[in-house]
T-cell receptor, first 118, second 113 residues
Framework: DTAVSQTPKYLVTQMGNDKSIKCEQNLGHDTMYWYKQDSKKFLKIMFSYNNKELIINETVPNRFSPKSPDKAHLNLHINSLELGDSAVYFC?????????????????FGPGTRLLVL | AQTVTQSQPEMSVQEAETVTLSCTYDTSESDYYLFWYKQPPSRQMILVIRQEAYKQQNATENRFSVNFQKAAKSFSLKISDSQLGDAAMYFCAYRRAGGKLIFGQGTELSVKP
């Protein structure tokens, strides 16, 4: 009965490779997010999708491309991986960005994917 | 731009004692939400407590409570009867209604037996 799940949990790869991280939520939420946590544990939002539509796109290199096949899934594809991409990537979801209220505004996080680029 | 500041990079508490983690934020909005998340060594981000800015009453969840001072833009977390399992990184976060979630730098809490 996992709420927000991510695969894989660990990803070790060589510089220049392309990789994807998958995220799924079974909470019935309409909005999903990707966050990056750097080596100093600072968390910053990268993207947000509401019902398959991109609504937040922070200043992130074009090598990062999110894809939402349906509102329960939000995948992150990274092209031409660089050393600086090494981090923990978190997926999150919330009920509905547009309806607001405490339930709509609360985000629930996946377990994170630790990416190491060598 | 909204910012969230946690001025204590590390805190320590004796088991069964009480500890307070500080958080201040800067915003010109009136409708917003504040959160405390816990990140144990497993790295899972766990919601601890939530406060709506329009509520004057401080939120409580079992041993966790907040001191929300809206005028001072302060949102501290009090952990009572600290347990070994409370040891983790704690993040304060702010979100204006419909906006993005902004995190503080985190406070690493250690619990001494």
């Amino acid at each position: 009965d996992t709420a927000v799940s991510q695969t894989p949990k660990y990803l070790v790869t060589q510089m220049g490779n392309d990789k994807s991280i998958k995220c799924e939520q079974n909470l019935g939420h309409d909005t999903m997010y990707w966050y990056k946590q750097d080596s100093k544990k600072f968390l910053k939002i990268m993207f947000s999708y509401n019902n398959k539509e991109l609504i937040i796109n922070e200043t992130v290199p074009n090598r990062f491309s999110p894809k939402s096949p349906d509102k329960a899934h939000l995948n992150l594809h990274i092209n031409s991986l660089e050393l600086g991409d090494s981090a923990v990537y978190f997926c999150a979801s919330s009920q509905d960005l547009t309806s607001g209220g405490p339930l709509g505004e609360t985000q629930y996080f996946g377990p994170g994917t630790r990416l190491l680029v060598l | 731009a909204q910012t969230v500041t946690q001025s204590q990079p590390e805190m320590s508490v004796q088991e069964a004692e009480t500890v307070t983690l500080s958080c201040t934020y800067d915003t010109s909005e009136s409708d917003y939400y504040l959160f405390w998340y816990k990140q144990p060594p497993s790295r899972q981000m766990i919601l601890v407590i939530r406060q709506e800015a329009y509520k004057q009453q401080n939120a409580t969840e079992n041993r966790f409570s907040v001191n929300f001072q809206k005028a001072a833009k302060s949102f501290s977390l009090k952990i009572s009867d600290s347990q070994l399992g409370d040891a983790a990184m704690y993040f304060c976060a702010y979100r204006r209604a419909g906006g993005k979630l902004i995190f503080g730098q985190g406070t690493e809490l250690s619990v001494k037996p």
